[in-house]
């Protein structure tokens, strides 16, 4: 049997995360295992701060990626790197006894917090540390400051701060525990979600050849990372938002503190639950998420909005986001416009999320069914978006079926097609191997690109209730014996936030993004003709494609900003571009 490949970042604290699960693997489990160095965004722009990245994952995306594309089995990660909103093709065992998840201070003459001199200068990467420091010592002097922990030491020794703060865990894993001055109290400084726990991820497909993972579990670690991640998700916080969380057992009951601030520290909203008697898993992620609701009603909630919009320190840049003040409304199903919300909102946008679709699966499976059944008799199978993916790899799994089989059984497998950057890294993600990529918004634009190939060649192609019938058109007219079955529903939403509607009334959004016909039509529906038409003069209507365009065209709406491709970047840098354009020159 080959070795496991163990897919890790490059620097010491990650070599060393690495090198522990591979020893430990062979220590417990009997499985050997090998390292394979990628670098993430997090390392490749290790210049640029965390909100400057804009990347969800920004330690673990790349991970994700060569996992989905077979490169590495495994990818370990520091549990406080990984997203709460996890991909749904992806699953992270927490493993090991957790490190102490307190912070700690490495300072010039080895000087505790409260000693620093007036005016101290800090140095830390993280928004939580720099807005509890504030809420400590308002005189301290934050700076931004990135790189690892052996760069960050080698800073403080130039003389450019008077301390840093770090984790624990990770000075004591690279036995640099000698340089801490001081172990943070939690009443100072509450560690982040995950701090000092580390994880092991896979591809949920193949989660069955992982078991020995078992081997590894720290039962009291996972319920308390897993009450710590409920909570941030409730919260809808990452390392971009100021909050604390840290969970353990006390007399075998598991007890939890958690936090959320103000930027400058001037506000703090601190709470505490316990679980007394038998906890499970169920229970913990429950405290987290009641914990996190209790925070938000009590202000937290507030607290984090306004953090989000302080997108790059002011230390950092001099002048605001390009999209400072502007309101933006994205009509997209929230499951899908989370990186565009991201890059908006890092860009300075206030986002207004307004959902006017929704996903449902097929009430009559039964044709979706018999397809996947004999997936194996298809030359191609082919998608049209990330929702056809999902609802697809879904039925597979409801049916026992993997989503693609694996390229040494037979008889062959049938070739992925898909449309876009995005619906390939959905198929990827859920464990299939994307054979073409059609760099066009539309299918019939794929069933172009492939007439070549398709002639005599049968063709599975799961669809929505609302697509799919073009491109089988153009499919069977080039030749192909075309299977189409519908494999979701496209439905209007269940309620439409009314809040959100009298906003955009009352002239308050800058710009209404559509990411589909259905979506428009959906949100067209809210208005009279007239109104929608008044509308459109006081808002930028933007479109994500073509598609999107005709039928905003059709009800006589005039379309101020359209994408040149569906990725969330690409529109993004529309709506930036088009505020550059209008924004009057700059005298130098």
């Known amino acids: 049997m080959k070795p496991l490949r163990i897919g890790t970042r490059g620097s010491a604290l990650a070599l060393w995360q690495a090198n522990h ?7 417990r489990a009997g499985v050997e295992s090998e390292l394979v160095i990628l670098k993430t965004s997090g390392d490749k722009f290790a210049g640029n701060s965390i909100e400057q990245l804009g990347v969800v994952g920004v330690f673990t995306k790349e991970l994700e990626e060569a996992l989905s594309a077979g490169r590495i089995d495994l990818a370990i990660h520091s549990m406080k790197d990984v997203p709460t909103d996890f991909p749904g093709a992806y699953e992270v065992a927490t493993v090991f006894e957790r490190e102490d998840p307190r912070d700690a201070l490495v300072s010039r003459d080895a000087k505790k917090l409260a000693d620093l001199r007036d005016g101290a200068i800090i140095g830390t990467g993280s928004l939580r540390r720099a807005s509890q420091l504030r809420a400590f010592r308002s005189d301290f002097q934050v700076i931004e400051m990135r790189g690892n922990v052996d760069t960050r030491l080698k800073k403080l020794e130039a003389g450019e701060c008077d301390a840093v703060v770090l984790a624990l865990a990770g000075l004591t894993r690279l036995g640099l525990a000698g340089r801490v001055a ?18 092991v991820e896979f591809l949920k497909a193949r989660a069955g050849l992982f078991r020995f993972l078992d081997e590894l579990l720290d039962l009291k670690t996972s319920f308390a990372v897993a009450a710590e991640r409920a909570f941030q998700a409730r919260m809808q916080g990452g390392c971009r938002v100021p909050l604390g969380a840290w969970a353990r057992f006390e007399r075998e009951e598991l007890v939890m503190d958690a936090c959320v601030l103000a930027v400058d520290g001037s506000q703090s909203i601190r709470r505490r639950r316990r679980i ?41 840049a001099e002048d605001p986001p390009e999209l400072a003040g502007k309101k933006i409304v994205i009509t997209r199903a929230p499951e899908h416009s989370i990186e565009l919300t991201d890059r908006l909102e890092q860009m300075g946008a206030e986002v207004v999320q307004l959902p006017m679709v929704r996903f449902v699966a097929t009430k009559d499976a039964s044709k979706l069914d018999a397809s996947i059944r004999k997936i194996r008799e298809f ?8 929702v056809a993916v999902r609802f697809y790899a879904e039925r597979c799994r ?33 464990g299939m191997r994307v054979d073409y990529i059609a760099e066009t918004e539309r299918g019939e634009g794929l069933a172009s690109d492939l007439v070549a190939s398709v002639r005599g060649k049968t063709i599975f192609l799961p669809h929505s209730n609302l697509g799919g019938e073009p491109l089988a058109r153009a499919l069977r007219e080039a030749g192909a014996i075309v299977t189409s079955a519908e494999a979701y529903a496209t439905v209007p939403p269940e309620r439409v936030s009314p809040k959100a509607l009298d906003e955009i009334r009352n002239g308050q959004a800058d710009v209404i993004l559509f990411a589909s016909p ?16 008044n509308l459109s003069r006081r808002a930028l209507f933007a479109a994500i494609g073509p598609t999107t365009r005709k039928a905003m065209d059709e009800l006589g709406i005039d379309v101020a900003i359209e994408a040149a491709d569906p990725s969330s970047e690409s529109m993004a840098e529309a709506i930036a571009q088009h505020f550059r354009m209008a924004a009057p020159a700059r005298i130098q």
Do not use: H, Y
């Open 21 to 27: 699960l591979r020893d430990e693997l062979a220590k």
């Open 182 to 199: 001081e172990i943070l109290a939690p009443e100072v400084m509450l560690s982040a979600v995950g701090q000092g726990a580390l994880g």
């Open 276 to 316: 007394a008697g038998d906890v499970n898993a169920e229970r913990a992620v429950a405290m987290g998420r009641e914990l996190g609701q209790e925070i938000a009603d009590a202000g937290g909630a507030r607290l984090l909005r306004q953090a989000r919009k302080v997108s790059v320190p002011a230390s950092v």
């Open 379 to 386: 030359d191609w199978v082919l998608f049209t978006s990330q």
């Open 398 to 430: 409801e049916l026992g079926m993997e989503p693609q089989p694996q390229e040494s059984e037979t008889p062959p497998r049938a070739q992925v097609a898909v449309v876009g950057r995005a619906t390939a890294k959905a198929a990827q993600a859920e």
């Open 518 to 533: 259905s979506a428009f039509r959906n949100f067209a529906a809210q208005f009279e003709k007239a109104e929608l038409a």
